[in-house]
């Protein structure tokens, strides 16, 4: 007689399954990375350790840190609006950021020999895992979805990205005020309209990571292969930023041992805003601006959702104060969700296209 697998115990290894098929995909990709660099990939300074250790040292220490996290009662608030499937995962414990974010960090540092940059893009990183904390903390302390202020969640965010702003304006990393464009030798000179343009890209791309985060390995995946591909993009001319992004995409790898469907943890605020943030300072530093935009594509279409969800709403409110809806719901996984897909369909899809893009981004190297 066959024995039959209950829907759970089908789902747990579809999740592993796509989780284990990301981590060796993105190990081989490594490799490849540094051959092609002439790097030895056992070395500090490479793509593949980094890449290896972190994920690691995150899959190990989730093992402490969770058990904690459901001690400490911290069990996600789940939208009763949202997909009906979802209800279920109330109660599971959030704020995982905590532990996967400064275990690559550190990494990160340690094997960058504590390199100027390095230290910089982490601090900048660490800054917004402190607002999104901040934000998860007050959503537990409340017992609803509502955290901190938008105000105050954006002033924060605005603060830190000043300062690492003012950061690169004192110190020298060539002309970084003319962006790069691909596939022709041409630049665009913003000089100092840089600047707004830099805060901008900070804020928007941790929000825009943070919507992404409402599917059980969603966001750690696609930040993990786009973290990848811009350390490869960057790494001839700054191997230490290669180094930070290699080990900070190890450690989502490390977290979606616990976060894989279905999921144990949720990476939170804590960790979507601070991986947002890791993005967009790396691209900034590194004058990879076009090649953030396509790497992005999926959080970019993600906030888009939103965005469209809101105007149409909005423009179509009659008498009655009610509007109509452009999705079923948005961002627009749950979009999907709601229309049949599955939750690791989503996934799946998703991963597809952000390594497509990827691809995409490295086809047109160097900016």
């Known amino acids: 007689m066959d024995a039959k697998l209950s829907p759970n115990q089908g789902s747990t290894i579809s999740g592993i399954g796509l989780a284990s098929g990301l981590v060796l995909m993105l190990s081989v990709a490594a490799v490849i990375f540094d051959w092609l660099g002439n790097r030895t990939p056992w070395q500090a300074m490479s793509m593949t350790l980094p890449l290896l250790v972190c994920a690691l040292g995150s899959a190990a220490i989730g093992f402490v840190v969770i058990p904690l996290l459901q001690a400490l009662k911290t069990g996600q608030i789940i939208r009763e609006d949202g997909p009906q499937a979802h209800l279920k995962k109330a109660g599971t414990p959030t704020m995982g950021g905590i532990f996967f974010v400064p275990v690559a960090i550190a990494i990160a540092c340690g094997f960058s020999n504590f390199a100027p940059e390095v230290l910089a893009v982490s601090a900048l990183t660490l800054s917004y895992g402190f607002v999104g904390w901040i934000d998860d903390w007050q959503i537990l302390r409340r017992k609803s979805n509502k955290g901190i202020s938008p105000k105050t969640k954006l002033g924060l965010q605005i603060v830190f990205a000043a300062a690492f702003c003012l950061w690169l304006m ?135 959702s939103v965005i469209a969800q809101v105007g149409y709403y909005k423009a179509t409110k009659g008498p009655d104060g009610k509007g109509k809806r452009l999705f079923k719901m948005a961002p627009l996984h749950h979009h999907l969700e709601l229309t049949g897909w599955s939750e690791l369909q989503v996934v799946a899809v998703f991963y597809i296209i952000a390594t497509i893009l990827a691809v995409i981004c490295l086809a047109v190297a160097p900016f």
């Open 170 to 304: 004192s110190t020298d990393h060539g002309d970084i005020t003319n962006i790069a464009l691909p596939w022709v030798s041409l630049t665009i000179p913003l000089g100092f309209l840089f600047w707004p343009v830099a805060g901008f890209v900070l804020l928007a791309e941790s929000n825009a990571t943070n919507l992404t985060d409402g599917i059980d390995g969603l966001a750690a995946g696609t930040v993990a292969i786009a973290l990848l591909a811009l350390g490869a993009l960057i790494a001839p001319a700054y191997p230490g930023l290669m180094v930070f992004c290699a080990a900070l995409s190890g450690g989502c790898l490390g977290f979606l041992a616990h976060n894989r469907n279905p999921a144990r943890v949720f990476m939170g605020d804590t960790g979507s805003l601070a991986l947002g943030g890791a993005l967009g300072a790396v691209a900034l530093l590194t004058n990879s601006l076009v090649a953030l935009f396509i790497l992005s594509g999926i959080f970019f279409v993600e906030t888009l």
